[in-house]
């Protein structure tokens, strides 16, 4: 949820999200390995499900992203092309 609203606010892009992927997994397991009992298996059970949520989030910000910029492209172009009209006009 926290992936797609951050795509969605335009703060972070879908390939930096892909490029931070390793230190995500990193972070899950040291998650798993502060907040569960020193069991490899625990640990485990819980990395695997924060991750397979980030990958899932992902995906689903991919889609988010897609439709958002379709609609905006429908609305009247790109922002880079409305703001060179907008500045052609006050000079």
């Known amino acids: ?4 609203v951050l795509v969605r606010a ?3 892009s879908i390939e930096k999200l892909k490029e ?3 230190y995500v997994i ?4 040291v998650v798993g390995a502060i ?7 625990s640990q485990v059970l819980l990395a695997l499900p924060l991750w397979l949520l980030y990958e899932i989030g992902i ?3 991919r889609f988010a992203g897609r439709s958002s910029a379709a609609s905006g492209a429908s609305e009247g172009g ?3 092309e409305d ?3 907008t500045e052609a006009a006050q000079k």
Request: net charge neutral; proline share 13%.
């Open 83 to 85: 703001l060179k009209r």
């Open 35 to 41: 907040f569960t009992p020193p069991d490899v298996v």
């Open 1 to 4: 949820m926290v992936v797609i």
């Open 78 to 80: 790109e922002p880079d």
């Open 10 to 12: 335009g703060l972070v």
């Open 20 to 22: 931070i992927r390793p």
């Open 59 to 61: 995906l689903v910000a």
């Open 26 to 29: 990193v972070g899950a397991f």
